[in-house]
């Protein structure tokens, strides 16, 4: 009993880490603040949204506010606690926040109209009888981790096609910059063919608005960019939506083997199931696992539980064989 206490309580502390950072923007509707921290706990420094607990506490920041709290990382977005605020910094530049109605899963796509890397009309509706896959980018991201790793993922995608009817949607989050000719040039460094991949931009309002009905919040950072949220979106042939992924850990089989099952097809039975389980993954335990492999990894995970049961079972006998 002692000993499993111990291990109860190191596994909680293990999920509780110490940030410092500034406030760059809040929601305190929402009990949500956009934080600049410094590293912490292997996590390099960054920009990020966390929940605040309790909500309350939200209410009493302000933007430039300098914070230290605690962080549960069991949550998603990750949850701060005993939020700490002293002193007041300048921040030039808040987030963009959009108020719309988020979308679910089954919901039809909205027919916003926006305009291609050709500078062509471009609308949802002009792909229906086709499966679209829908992500989210900027063409002046730097982070490897984030857009140029989608559109990588998605060059893959277009190659393993075949005779699938398949469209690929990127839709960009900086509309004043990314105009056509910024795109067309983004779409040719990834091998787009705008048969089968559109990359897209519309009016600014209406195209953030579009973006954050996918849950898709956008904040400038002057440092780095703009920061975003992830959702990849598989759309079916009629228009709505099948499959939201908010992660980047997907790989293109994966998401092939997915489009096929769902329209009744032999596909991958392990592509799919490391799909879902990395879903799963990143439901349960966050950015943690934001590059989560799949069985693969499961298995590591799987290795290691078990050679840490083995020990723990070893050390209870070696202390409590004399009483035994």
Known sequence: MLLMLLISRTAEAAQTRHLHGVVLGLTPDTGTVI??????????????????????????????????????????PWTLIHVSSTTVAPVTSGPLLHRVT??????????????????????????RGDDVVLAFVYTRCQDARMCPLISAKFHALQSMFGARRVHLVELTLDPTYDRPPVLARYATTFGADPKRWTVAVGDADQTLDFAAKFGIATFPDPNIGIIHSENTVL??????????????????????????AQHGLASNPIARFNLWLSKA???????????????????????????????ARRLYRLIFAEHV
Do not use: K
Request: glycine residues 8%.
């Open 35 to 76: 934080v600049r921290h410094d590293p912490f706990s292997g996590m390099p420094a960054m920009t990020m949204a966390f929940r605040v607990i309790p909500q309350s506490r939200a209410r009493e920041l302000q933007v430039g506010a300098v914070i230290d709290a605690d962080v549960d990382v069991r949550t998603e």
């Open 281 to 311: 993954a990143s439901a349960v335990c966050g950015n943690d696992v934001g590059q989560f492999s799949g069985l693969r990894d499961l298995i590591v995970v799987a290795i290691i539980v078990g050679a840490l049961g083995y020990l």
């Open 102 to 127: 988020p979308l679910r899963v089954g919901d039809m796509v909205p027919d916003t109209a926006f305009v291609d890397q050709r500078d062509r009309p471009f609308r949802f509706t002009d792909l």
């Open 235 to 260: 759309i079916g042939p009629d228009g709505r939506i099948g499959e939201m992924i908010t992660d980047t850990s997907w790989a293109p089989d994966e998401i092939i083997a997915q489009l096929d």
